[in-house]
């Protein structure tokens, strides 16, 4: 298996497991409600924290994929040339981003563990999420790193609208 079939794997598992822990909690929490005329205590915070496993989990594949929201309506003004020193640019960018809020999440996660700040209702610990958040965007980092430098990954990739 390669590296790359694993990085799949593991951000697709993570992110789809979540996902399905919200529909199940979703679930049970609107039958409870009008079933039993009773929620499931914190599912509000429940799904706000998989929400955030769910965006920050499928960030590295949106990247891998090139599934990102893009403006190309001005690359048929410049030379094929041009446009590969453009998008190896911009995957330099969006590296650079990506690896400065990783930093900055995992700070503040750190900061965060050491008062130990919780959920409100469920006392859930918040510095897992957040450095999780910046482990996952310093993954998201390195796929654009990697982008950057072997512009072949970002051709071969590339979907154009389609889906996985």
């Known amino acids: ?10 951000c697709g598992t993570l992110a789809g497991l979540a996902l399905l822990g919200i529909m199940v909690l979703t679930f049970f929490d609107v039958s409870g409600r009008k079933i039993w005329s009773h929620s499931i205590p914190g599912s509000l915070e429940l799904t706000e924290l998989l929400m955030v496993v769910v965006i920050f989990g499928a960030l ?17 003004l410049f030379p094929h040339w041009l446009q590969k020193i453009q998008q190896g640019l911009i995957h330099l ?6 690896f400065g809020l990783a930093y900055l999440m995992w700070k ?9 700040e919780t959920t409100a209702q469920l006392k859930i610990a918040k510095a897992p999420f957040i450095q999780g958040m910046g482990v996952l965007c310093g993954l ?7 982008k950057a430098f072997w512009p072949s990954l970002s051709a071969e990739e590339s979907s154009e609208g389609g889906t996985l």
Do not use: Q
């Open 60 to 76: 590295p594949l949106v990247s891998l994929k090139g599934e990102h929201v893009v403006f190309d309506s001005l690359d048929v």
């Open 1 to 10: 298996m390669t590296l790359k079939r694993i990085f799949e794997t593991v």
């Open 140 to 146: 998201t980092g390195l796929v654009h790193m990697a």
């Open 93 to 98: 960018a969006c590296a650079a981003l990506l």
């Open 108 to 116: 503040t996660g750190a900061d965060i563990a050491a008062t130990g």
